[in-house]
């Protein structure tokens, strides 16, 4: 990977939200085309960290590179059009209830640009078409099952052709077989439209059907970070302990919960 464009780049993120330092010190390049999954136990900081790569958050100490701009210090002006290469993705599907399907995909189109309403028909219909959902513009989201809805947001979140697509959980409350699909069309999607795409998951089976690159967070840190293979091989015995979804190992599940991160947390 030495000859690729780093998309983004985290430089010494440090963030504390209310009493607990959350992400303490995290690394990393993810490159332009990759699809780079950040795994982690819940409550790691995950969503934290793809928030500080979205611009929803503002680091305490350190930088996040979007190319070679510094999110973190951006006039909201930059930041807003920096933010225009971003699709989001979030687990929720947060499809509006009120609107049909189309409507909800054109969302950014009609509040981003000023497409003739003609034109962002075209889109939409291809962007549906997209995610295979062509036919089904007209339906309301009280009509979809999960995976469809997921398909809607993923839908909206290339409808402004996005350089970078964040997803947060995105196979969350699925089944195994409609995750796959799901996983399945992240990968489609990635290649079709050359996106660099960054997926948080917990779900070891999306890890290894979907990442190019991994990096796994623990307690804030980045404790291992590789390929999927690499992962696989780690030394590090939460790593294993985590992949393999054992209660027995270095982080105790049972006795402490998920407050075994505020006793790791410094
Ligand atoms: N606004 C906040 N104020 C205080 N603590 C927060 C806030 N947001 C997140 N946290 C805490 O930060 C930790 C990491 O949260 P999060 O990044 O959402 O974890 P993950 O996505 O890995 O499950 C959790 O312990 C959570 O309770
Ligand atoms: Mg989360």
Known sequence: MEDKKVAISVQNVNKTLGD??????????????????????????????????????????????IGDRDLTTLSKDEKDRTKRKFGMCFQSSALLDSL????????PL???????????????????????????????????SGGMKKRVGLARAIAMDPEIV????????LDPIVAAVIDKLILDLSK?????????????????????RVAMLHAGRVLEIGTPEDIKNSKNA?????????TEGPVNFIDKGDDYLKDLAE
Do not use: W
């Open 110 to 144: 009609r509040e981003h640009t000023k497409l003739d309403p003609h034109i962002i028909n075209i889109i939409v219909k291809m962007k549906l078409g997209l995610v295979g959902l062509r036919g089904f513009e007209h339906l309301m989201p009280s009509m979809l």
């Open 238 to 246: 939460i790593v294993q302990q985590f992949i393999r979804g054992e």
């Open 166 to 173: 964040f997803y947060d959980e995105p196979t969350a409350g």
């Open 192 to 212: 079709k439209l050359l996106i660099t795409s960054v997926v948080v998951t917990h779900d070891m089976n999306s890890v290894f059907r979907i990442a190019n």
């Open 20 to 65: 607990r330092k959350v992400l303490n010190g995290i690394n990393l390049d993810i490159y332009q085309g990759e699809t780079f999954v950040i795994m982690g136990g819940s409550g790691c900081g995950k969503s934290t960290l793809l928030r500080h790569m979205t611009g929803a958050l503002v680091p305490d100490k350190g930088k996040v590179f």
């Open 100 to 107: 049909s399907v189309e409507d909800n995909v054109s969302l």
